[in-house]
């Protein structure tokens, strides 16, 4: 049995759904923790494409029961969608559980949140627009609706006039915007509260549960390290928290209940939005990697920013998540390239920086410092094992599992489940430390 948590080790899309979705193989709960639907995850399955937002992956697996936490917002109108999309080709959603205790997005969020990003100019901070931020300041300021809410048709009535009176004087006053009509926003909230109450339950009670149970249990984030509130690279972040401490407080399990943590990343670093990126290409590397990563978001669409690996937020990432060992991807997009870089320190102000630096502007200010290592100029896309991978990029893997410090168990040569080589089982493994030398990372395996 073993209770893992999945993190992103950069800013988002590094292909958290796949390696979730190759997982759930061996999970009997997959629990999704925190974001909305300013996130998503494509999965491909035998020649199968799938877009979800809110519904965690291990929905593929029939026997795989999902879980939407109490850190997670939920926009219902989307999650229905959803909901339609998998009843259409015939998967079962009947094992999936939403959290009573969830905070629901309504449409005055989503308008904020347009409104309010529009606003700010040349300050703005690459929201989805999606209503996400909003919602989860309404959870912090005791205001927002809440799944159980929902479930309530008197209470929800009084609830959600007070709230939409509230928010159609900021809309007017504020935004120039026209008011909402209440009761259509209530007509078309109860309605998706129908729909969705088969799902609602207890879902900490739940998980609690099959941790009793012995079952194994995957926790998924949405967004990666850099995003997190927190931790990340504030203000361009999102509004909670996708480290692995989040997923305690998203879901209502202890910390000792947590076994292991697996981190994942690109073979290279891309980033959405606005912000500093130190390792950004602008130039052919960076449109080579953007095509042949297909780098565009699942949630917006738009063209993600590309550079090398950088190293210097990685090892932070391993050190605020408390990392046991990574999973890459996209190795692949790699295959082309005569030489590859690796950021593994910056240089500010005339001096040499090791770890990342939470000032903003002195951030910006950061430049990489690169170690260079030859590319492989082959396809890898069908490795399925250590061997069958060039020497060069077997080197280059195992240079990030020492910048890193932690082992790698997966790498992903491609978008279907069957691109993928284990190198260890990050759940049924024996959970493994590199070993060290004088302080020096020795990795006697990738």
């Not at 850190?71 to 094992?95: A, H, Y």
């Not at 939005?273 to 738009?302: H, K, M, N, S, V």
């Not at 020492?402 to 024996?430: C, F, K, N, Y």
Request: glycine share 10%.
């Amino acid at each position: 049995m073993a209770n893992v948590i999945v993190i992103g080790a950069q800013w988002g899309d590094e292909g958290k759904g796949k390696i979730t979705d190759l997982l759930s193989k061996s999970a009997d709960v997959v629990v999704r923790y925190q974001g909305g639907v300013n996130a998503g995850h494509t999965l491909v399955v035998q020649g199968q494409t799938f877009k979800l937002h809110l519904i965690p992956s291990g929905i593929l697996y029939p026997d795989t029961e999902c879980i939407i936490g109490c850190g997670t917002v939920i926009d219902p109108q989307v999650l229905i969608r959803e909901l339609d999309q998998l009843e259409k080709l015939k998967i079962s959603t009947q094992n999936l559980l939403i959290s009573e205790t969830a905070h629901v997005t309504m449409p005055y969020h989503r308008l904020i949140d347009q409104a309010s990003e529009e606003r700010r100019g040349d300050h703005r901070i690459g929201t989805t627009g999606r209503g996400i931020g909003p919602t989860y300041a309404d959870k912090s300021e005791r205001t927002g609706i809440r799944v159980i809410d929902l479930m309530n048709p008197v209470g929800l009535r009084k609830q959600l006039h007070w709230a939409i009176n509230y928010k159609n004087a900021i809309l007017e006053k504020l935004y120039n915007l026209p008011p909402l009509d209440a009761e259509e926003v209530i007509a078309q909230y109860l309605e998706y509260a129908e729909r969705l109450r088969p799902h609602v339950v207890d879902t900490s009670l739940k998980i609690y549960d099959a941790i009793q149970r012995r079952r194994n249990i995957l926790f998924e984030g949405a967004q990666g390290t850099l995003l997190d509130l927190d931790h990340g690279t504030y203000p361009y972040v999102t509004s909670s928290n996708p480290v692995a401490g989040g997923a305690c407080v998203g879901t209502g399990v202890g910390p000792t209940m947590i076994d292991r943590v697996i981190g994942v990343a690109k073979a290279y670093t891309t980033r959405v939005g606005e912000g500093p990126f130190p390792t950004e290409l602008d130039g052919e590397i960076g449109e080579l990697l953007c095509d042949r990563g297909a780098e565009f978001g699942t949630t917006t669409g738009r063209r993600r920013r590309c550079g090398w690996f950088d190293a210097v937020i990685g090892r932070y990432a391993v050190r605020v998540n408390g990392m046991d060992c990574l999973a890459i991807t996209k190795l692949d997009v790699l295959d082309e390239l005569e030489e590859i870089k690796v950021c593994v320190a910056y240089e500010v102000d005339g001096e040499k920086c090791n770890d990342f630096p939470h000032n903003a502007r002195r951030f910006a200010r950061c430049r990489p410092i690169y170690k260079t290592m030859p590319g492989w100029k082959q396809s890898t896309v069908d490795c399925r094992s250590l061997e069958d991978l060039p020497q060069q990029a077997l080197d280059y893997l195992k240079f990030l599992a020492e910048l890193m410090e932690v082992p790698i168990a997966i790498v992903s040569l491609g978008a279907s489940r069957e691109q993928t080589i284990i190198v260890e089982d990050p759940i049924h493994g024996p959970k493994r430390a590199l070993l060290h030398a004088n302080g020096t990372p020795v990795v006697t395996e990738v």
